[in-house]
């Protein structure tokens, strides 16, 4: 069981908006920083926002993440079908002094 | 551009050695601001931190694997690996190297191998 919590799956059309929330807690995202990791099959995976809410250069404005408290959230608007993907949530736990990552949400753009 | 790449065996049986190789290339494993790590995903899960180091050889490991791993750097090669002692098919799973860049404040994994599948069974 992941430390952060992510819903497992989520899906809207082409064109629309989705939101993919990360739920933590006062020792990982209430104290630091959250990122966003995109992960398509049998290709690295890409940072698509770090410091909570800034996008790595290439990475389209489309994307874009926000924090408030323990939670965090990832917005991708103007939905493609290269979009279908899993997403992950990053940040750093100062109790148990680890790299924690969500569960992951699998994205279907319908 | 900075690029890694992940290599060694896909099988490996239980109670044996797993032991990963990361090349990097299109940059240098010495610079300042790098550290150099590894990130599992089992099959149908989420991603799983393993260890960091820094080129001057100092390790960071999750506690909840630190007593069966080993990670290394030889920066004469521009490399970086993991060894996993002691595996049982719960450690089957895709493994990633990547660079984990740290400013003033905070770090973040920004550049990732394609990941390698490593499956333990008999």
């Known amino acids: 069981q992941s430390v952060l919590t992510q819903p497992p799956s989520v899906s809207a059309a082409p064109g629309q908006k989705v939101t993919i929330s990360c739920s933590g807690s006062s020792s990982n995202i209430g104290k630091t920083f959250v990122s966003w990791y995109q992960l398509l099959p049998l290709t690295a995976p890409k940072l698509l926002i770090y410091d909570n809410d800034k996008r790595p250069s290439g990475i389209p404005d489309r994307f874009s993440g926000s924090k408030s408290g323990t939670s965090a959230t990832l917005d991708i608007t103007g939905l493609q079908t290269g979009d279908e993907a899993d997403y992950f949530c990053g940040s750093w736990d100062s109790s148990l002094n680890v790299v924690i990552f969500g569960g992951g949400t699998k994205l279907t753009v319908l | 551009q900075l690029q890694l790449q992940e290599s060694g065996p896909g099988l490996v049986r239980p109670s044996e050695t797993l032991s990963l190789i990361c090349t990097v290339s299109g940059g240098s494993i010495t610079n300042i601001d790098s550290y150099w790590g590894w990130v599992r995903q089992p099959p149908g899960r989420g991603l799983e931190w393993i260890a960091t180091?820094?080129?001057?050889?100092?390790?960071h490991y999750n506690p909840s694997l630190k007593s069966r791993l080993t990670i290394a750097v030889d920066t004469s090669q521009n490399q970086f690996s993991l060894r996993l002692n002691s595996v049982t098919a719960a450690d089957t799973a895709v493994y990633y190297c990547?660079?984990?860049?740290?400013?003033?404040?905070?770090?973040?994994?920004?550049?990732w191998g394609q990941g390698t599948l490593v499956s333990v069974s008999s």
């Open positions: 180091i820094y080129y001057t050889g100092t390790p």
């Open positions: 990547a660079r984990r860049e740290c400013s003033d404040i905070s770090c973040v994994f920004d550049h």
